[in-house]
């Protein structure tokens, strides 16, 4: 082989491992930031009554089972617009269609966890719906504050009004 092609290759091999290791680092990060939530929520709803964290729980899980085909959607309706995006020719009707597909699943999902929130709520005193609601104020801007913005933009720093 010539010098080119090893000089080639051997760059070639490095970039590989160093784009194998960011995604594996983003992962790792996204693992334990999931992690974290999770945690975190155990340890909020369990400083509430034995009986008040169970039906939490359970409650939860049951949003969650009853919402998965619908994430699913989700997920496949962001992967549909990224490539409508991204296609050579960009098809704005196709991407419309996408959109109102998208927000519709996600209005389903935050209907059915409005509908949850509150069936829970009426079963909590008022200070355990104060333990919810904190949950609820985190979870609301997850995403900037995992961007590096601690505080949510002004005027939108409330919890959801279900």
């Known amino acids: 082989m010539s010098k080119k092609i090893k000089t080639v290759l051997t760059i070639s091999i490095i970039l590989n491992v160093l784009l194998l290791g960011v995604l594996i680092g ?13 945690a975190e929520f155990r340890s909020a709803v369990d400083k509430l009554p034995a009986d008040k ?10 949003l969650h089972k009853e919402t998965r085909k619908t994430r699913n959607e989700v997920r ?6 990224n490539k409508i995006i991204s296609a050579p020719e960009f098809d704005g009707s196709a991407y419309d269609k ?10 389903e999902i935050m209907y059915k966890f409005g509908k949850v929130t509150k069936k829970l709520a009426v079963q909590l005193e008022q200070d355990e719906r104060k333990v919810i609601a ?19 933009p002004k005027g939108l720093d409330q919890p959801p009004p279900f």
Do not use: C
């Open 26 to 38: 983003m992962s790792a990060d996204d693992y334990k930031d999931h992690r974290n939530r999770r």
């Open 53 to 62: 964290s169970k039906l939490v729980k359970k409650t939860m899980r049951g």
């Open 76 to 81: 496949k309706t962001r992967n549909n617009i």
């Open 98 to 107: 996408e959109i109102e597909n998208l927000q519709r699943l996600q209005s």
């Open 134 to 152: 904190e949950l609820l104020k985190k979870r609301t801007f997850k995403h900037q504050r995992h961007d590096g913005h601690p505080k949510p």
